[in-house]
């Protein structure tokens, strides 16, 4: 079993791009320009992603979430005395999924995973971490850190405050939970599925040619964004898939993959799905 300061592992994208997994099941990554650095998300905190993180660079550094879910800003307590940005929108749930009781969960449902916790990991410390103010974020903010351009871009739909950005010298999309093979639409904080759409199709036109997404090792091709809008269009709720929820068991969602593809391989790139409640079909504001 690994210890909190070995529990992340980094893979390097290209000098300057790291990208960071762990058993936690999500990935982090890491932007290092010639003049400061930008964290994009901190995963659930389990281990020690700050060590990681400045075992890779000592540039003055900047922490951008995409979200409030647990799995992508739980760890921002480590960041403490660095600027943390966040949409506004996902402060509520931000401020949820960082309670001590939530937190508890965290720890609860991990303990059944191998291995998902580190060696040394320290519960108490961990539950009572403080809550890391938010800075706020909106479209079209922009941040150069030196030779990397990472541009800001509103996607709602997952959550209100869901943000991606762009990196504009390599034209990638950097998109969080915002658009994925298994996208969910059904905890409070989701909009409906017109809204998402709507993202979808504003996403389209970035005029990028890689898809970088926080639940899956490898990019995906720009493409795939087609596959992704035809299933929102399609989507037959009524021949959905019953959820099986274990992380939420009080919401009721349906899977609903893509017409005609594989269903063997629903979530995976070649047959995306929408997880998503019955109220989601409803028009909902942001």
Sequence with gaps: MKTSKEFYNV????EGVYHIGSTEGVFMDLFVGSN????WDTGYGFGNLRHTVEALTDKPLIVVNSHGHLDHACGNFQFSDRPVYMHLKDKKSYEYFNSESARRDNIERMKDTKDALPSDFDEEYYIHAP??????????DQFDLGGITLTV??????????????????HWFYAGDAMNPFVWLFLPDALSLSIYLKSLEKAKTFNCNQLCISHHQEPLDYTILESFIRCAKELD????????????????ARICPLKGADQTLIGQPECPAIVISEDRLQEKKS
Excluded at 36 to 39: E, F, R, S, T, Y
């Design 36 to 39: 400061q650095a930008l964290l």
């Design 131 to 140: 809550i890391i103010p938010i800075l706020p974020i909106k479209e079209d």
């Design 237 to 252: 709720y009524t021949s959905g898939i019953p959820f099986e929820n274990t992380l939420f068991p009080q919401y009721k």
């Design 153 to 170: 871009k509103e996607v709602p739909g997952h959550t209100a405050g869901s943000i991606g950005l762009i990196y504009e010298e390599e």
């Design 11 to 14: 893979c390097k994208v290209k």
